[in-house]
């Protein structure tokens, strides 16, 4: 086998423009350089698939050593004067010589995996990562495990080109992650941790949430998606609380324990309950029903969790109006008297804390567990509150 004929290059060269590279990469082509000249100027003119796999050639350096890729270069290119040359010559060469990314890795490990070369393609131009990154390449495309050809599958059916790190990260994604509409919106290894532990807090707040199920929500990305729409639509379809509230078997507390429950409740109360949903998903807050004898209204309790139990921060009536006086003295002790901590003030009578909040503008100081957004006090309109009755009924 001969060199390719150095005129004709040259002005195949002219049409081009070189692409330089850096780091280890570069490092480890001019120790080739150096025994085989003229080598680290051409490969700046190499397209991107052949490039990658003289990228993969020096990354080989770590696990092979360089005495056995070029013993194994030997064996394949025709050269008289490669006996007597020394490794990092033969090496040179034989990146010379194998014009076809393919003839590389095959001479470099005996055969060329379906899709490697695709792969290398869509790299680019310039070098992926540290070594590691290549070592995971070539060990995914000649694996034979079904876990790790599901992962090629994967980065084949990716469209576009991919960033390095998609090579690593589909080998630490949890298995149920590996879509290619999910992977092309990693971008970086240290992502990965995260979106495996939110996977698990998914598994663990939806019952629901098989691997099929989560694989069939996948299925439903589109290109272009972002990888948190998948962890929003099962954060709208939880139905176990991270904590749960003791209500001492009281009737009349009906915790709000699902999405399925906050979405109703907010209907019936024309409130904004849903979009509380991810606060108590990741356990922020927990709502509670006051759910009394007909035809007393009921009211919406927010607790707030602390490390130390539940906090009273607010009593909502229908379309959030303030909750009538005596109506919200019930519920606070119905709550205390299932451990909720409340809100108190100065160990004065109430009219007179009220009086001195009111001469420095502090409103609803007095009681401050039982504001909302309304200004007055509300009772439903009688034929609101027939509807309003049914439908509490219907939810009990």
Known sequence: MQLP?????????????PKTYSGWTLDRAIILDCACPGLLASTLYFGPARRQAVFLLLASFDWLGQAEIASRFRRVIEDRDAPGQSDEAVIG???LL??????????????VP?????????????????????????????????????RVKVLGQMAGSFVGAQIEIVSLLDPVLLHPAFVANVYETQQVAELNAALAYVRARCSRATDEAIRSSLARLKPGDHRSTLY???????????????????????????????????RRYANCLKSKVGE????????IEYRPAAPEPGVIAELRVTTQGY???????????????????????????????????????????????????YYHFAEPDNTGWGVEFDEPPANDLEQFETAANEAA
């Open 114 to 150: 379906d899709g490697l070369v695709g792969a290398m393609q869509r790299l680019g131009h310039d070098p992926v990562g540290a070594p590691e990154t290549y070592r995971e390449l070539q060990r995914l495309f000649f694996s034979a495990a079904a876990a790790d050809r599901r």
């Open 232 to 266: 929003k639509w099962w954060t709208y379809r939880f139905d176990r609380l991270p904590r749960s509230l003791d209500t001492r078997g009281d009737p009349t507390l009906v915790i709000l324990g699902s999405a399925a429950a906050l979405a109703d409740a907010g």
């Open 311 to 361: 906090l009273l921060e607010g009593l909502y009536a229908r379309k959030n109006c303030k909750v009538r006086p005596e109506r919200a003295a019930a519920v606070r002790r119905a709550l205390a008297a299932c451990g909720v901590a409340l809100y108190d003030h100065a160990p004065d009578e109430q009219d007179m804390v009220a009086a001195a909040a009111r001469v420095l503008n």
């Open 5 to 17: 004929n150095t005129a004709s290059t040259s002005a195949t060269r002219q049409h081009l423009t």
């Open 93 to 95: 060469r034989a990146i």
């Open 280 to 287: 108590v998903y990741v356990g922020h807050y927990v709502y």
């Open 98 to 111: 194998l014009r076809r990314p393919r003839d590389l890795v095959r001479a470099l490990f005996g055969s």
